[in-house]
T-cell receptor, first 114, second 111 residues
Framework: KAGVTQTPRYLIKTRGQQVTLSCSPI?????VSWYQQTPGQGLQFLFE???????NKGNFPGRFSGRQFSNSRSEMNVSTLELGDSALYLC?????????????FGPGTRLTVT | GDSVTQMEGPVTLSEEAFLTINCTYT??????LFWYVQYPGEGLQLLLK???ADDKGSNKGFEATYRKETTSFHLEKGSVQVSDSAVYFC??????????WGAGTKLIIKP
């Protein structure tokens, strides 16, 4: 069974631009969560989607948004990029909502904002 | 609020040495505890977990015991290998039912 895939793996953007990252969960998994990983703040939860609905949200500004499609694939969008948004963005999938015990992580998208 | 504190890295050991990575937590009640590992260029993988006090999680030679008295969940391995070089994260399920992570500890094993 294929694992969680994230595209693109690397991205360079300029301050003020917006970016969209994509995540394809493991086949059959209906929940997708997003995390931000930075050297300074560590790993922080962004949001969780289940059945195309945002189920849970971390403490991030409204510039960070996401959505989930009917095939469970998810995208996250960051608008008006800031230098501090440079990070590794990780996606994790699980069968059902809230199953943090059984999350499987993708390799991440490395975003660099210049 | 809920938090996890890990020992700072990097931790550098020789092959076959004994490993301990300390992890302590602050939380309401008795949350489930986890160790995740992140190999270079890869995503996080669940290494082991413990869901209640005195539980011992184990996997791939690694062990950790849930100690409610000391609010700790230290990771141990009796004999490390070069292939164990990675970043290790301690985590708990917070009050919002999402993972609260430690800062991570980089482990370097030298042949």
């Amino acid at each position: 069974k294929a694992g969680v895939t994230q595209t693109p793996r690397y991205l360079i953007k300029t301050r003020g631009q917006q970016v969209t990252l994509s995540c394809s969960p493991i086949s059959g998994h209906r929940s997708v969560s997003w995390y931000q990983q930075t050297p300074g703040q560590g790993l922080q939860f962004l949001f969780e989607y289940f059945s195309e609905t945002q189920r849970n949200k971390g403490n991030f500004p409204g510039r960070f948004s996401g959505r989930q499609f009917s095939n469970s694939r998810s995208e996250m969008n960051v608008s008006t990029l800031e230098l501090g948004d440079s990070a590794l963005y990780l996606c994790a999938s699980s069968l059902e909502a809230g199953e943090v015990y059984e999350q499987y992580f993708g390799p991440g998208t490395r975003l660099t904002v210049t | 609020g809920d938090s996890v504190t890990q020992m700072e890295g990097p931790v550098t050991l020789s092959e076959e040495a004994f490993l301990t990575i300390n992890c302590t937590y602050t939380a309401t009640g008795y949350p489930s505890l986890f160790w995740y590992v992140q190999y270079p260029g890869e995503g996080l993988q669940l290494l082991l977990k413990a869901t209640k006090a005195d539980d011992k999680g184990s996997n791939k030679g690694f062990e950790a015991t849930y100690r409610k008295e000391t609010t700790s969940f230290h990771l141990e391995k009796g004999s490390v290998q070069v292939s164990d070089s990675a970043v290790y994260f301690c985590a708990l399920i917070g009050s919002n039912y999402q993972l609260i992570w430690g800062a991570g500890t980089k482990l370097i094993i030298k042949p």
